[in-house]
């Protein structure tokens, strides 16, 4: 008896999860990669699949912004050093590759023409050294971007 209640319960399982893959197909197709299905799965709950965020939320608007903070070696290190990059339960490879798909996809107009993109021993490095105040962290990349003229994002 127990044996089949459990084919049972499998069989019902292996149901629901074709339902639920078939009510996603942007998940399924060919062209998305593993950093963007990563974005869709770890971020975009909060920052909404375009990248655009949440003024109400104060969730700061990526595309036009993000990518002006790869011009320092702080600003890099923000992006990885930010709570929810730091904290995504994804590892340091991982990380590198979101945010080698994630700046030219929202903001390849503002990446610097000499960008490279973030290898795994940067984003770990990063990662183990957080700052203490990550908004004090991002005002003074904020405040060198605007001595410079560049303004970003405000949430
Ligand atoms: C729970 C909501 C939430 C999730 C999930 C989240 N973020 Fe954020 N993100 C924020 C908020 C809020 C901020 C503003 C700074 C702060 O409060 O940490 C932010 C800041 C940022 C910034 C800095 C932008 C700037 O202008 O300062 C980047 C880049 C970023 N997030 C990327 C990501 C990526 C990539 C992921 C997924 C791995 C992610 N976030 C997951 C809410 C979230």
Redesign the pocket.
């Known amino acids: 008896m127990a044996p089949r209640l459990s084919l049972r319960v499998a069989a019902t399982l292996v149901a629901a999860f074709a339902i639920a893959v078939s009510a996603e197909p942007s998940l399924q197709t060919a062209t998305t990669s593993p950093a963007e299905l990563?974005?869709l799965q770890?971020?975009s709950?909060?920052?909404q699949s375009d990248g655009s965020g949440s003024v109400s939320?104060?969730?700061?608007r990526?595309p036009g912004?993000?990518g002006h903070?790869t011009r320092s070696a702080k600003g890099r290190a923000?992006?990885v050093q930010?709570?929810?990059?730091a904290q995504?339960p994804?590892s340091d490879a991982q990380?590198a590759a979101?945010?080698n798909w994630?700046l030219p996809a929202f903001d390849r107009a503002n990446l610097p023409a000499d960008f490279t993109p973030y290898t795994v021993d940067e984003v770990t490095r990063a990662r183990a050294h957080r700052p203490g105040d990550?908004?004090a962290a991002?005002a003074q990349v904020v405040d060198t971007l605007k001595a410079q003229g560049i303004e970003?994002?405000k949430?």
């Open positions: 990563d974005y770890f971020c709950g909060c920052h939320n104060h969730v700061p990526l912004s993000v903070f923000f992006l930010v709570g929810g990059v995504a994804i990380v979101l945010l994630m990550i908004a991002r970003v994002a949430y």
